[in-house]
């Protein structure tokens, strides 16, 4: 059974090949192991869907049934973005975005520095924050069969270390490791993060309903 992992970030299409591997392309083991998997590589005609949910996870349903229905396969859509207490939750579902709503550039540098801008006159002790992910699986029809959510809680600094990872990964700081995201190991970084917690929920309920 085809199954496409339904994101147009490149980060995150990286990060799902590191922790779902290579080889036959398999989704996931045991009778799980019917789904094989492909990105929105393979897929570059098909129209990005439009993120227009207020929620990680209505944005995350949005696009599994888009991808889903488009493709006439299986999807499974992560929705994520960094949540800071001192900005009220914000970015939110505007991570990728925040520097075009605040008119301050584009992409990832431009995320950075305007976070950095906003955040300039707050101690550490309130630069509280966390990366959230939902992934949400659809069948063929588009219809939505599981969701999952979770998240890694960490503090933002006050300027940016590493040079792995995507996004606010090189701010967002890990006690445990006293490192960024930006400066953990592949292998280190999915342990822990939101992504990959989400995805290890999302193969134990997968796993739950096919057996």
């Not at 540098?109 to 707050?122: K, S």
């Not at 700081?173 to 292998?187: G, I, R």
């Amino acid at each position: 059974m085809k199954l496409v992992i339904a994101t147009a970030n490149a980060g995150k299409a990286k990060e799902f090949r590191e922790m779902l591997g290579a080889g036959p392309r398999r989704f996931f083991g045991g009778d799980a192991e019917r789904f094989e998997w492909s990105d929105l590589s393979a897929h570059r005609d098909i129209p990005v869907a439009e993120e227009t949910g207020g929620t990680f996870r209505a944005n995350a349903c949005l696009k599994a049934s888009y991808y889903a229905k488009k493709l006439e396969s299986w999807a499974l859509a992560d929705d994520s973005g960094l949540v800071v207490d001192a900005l009220d939750g914000a970015p939110g579902v505007l991570s990728a975005r925040w520097a075009q709503v605040n008119n301050t550039g584009k992409g990832d540098a431009d995320n950075n520095a305007t976070l950095l801008a906003q955040l300039a006159d707050v101690p550490d002790d309130r630069r509280a924050a966390r990366f959230v992910c939902v992934l949400a699986l659809a069948d063929r029809d588009g219809r939505i069969v599981l969701t999952t959510q979770d998240s890694v809680e960490g503090t933002i600094l006050h300027a940016p270390r590493g040079a792995n990872g995507f996004g606010y990964d090189p701010l967002f700081f890990f006690a445990p490791y006293d490192k960024t995201a930006a400066e953990l190991s592949p292998e280190q970084k999915h342990a822990i993060s939101h992504r990959g917690k989400a995805l290890r929920r999302m193969k134990a309920l997968l796993e739950e309903t096919t057996r």
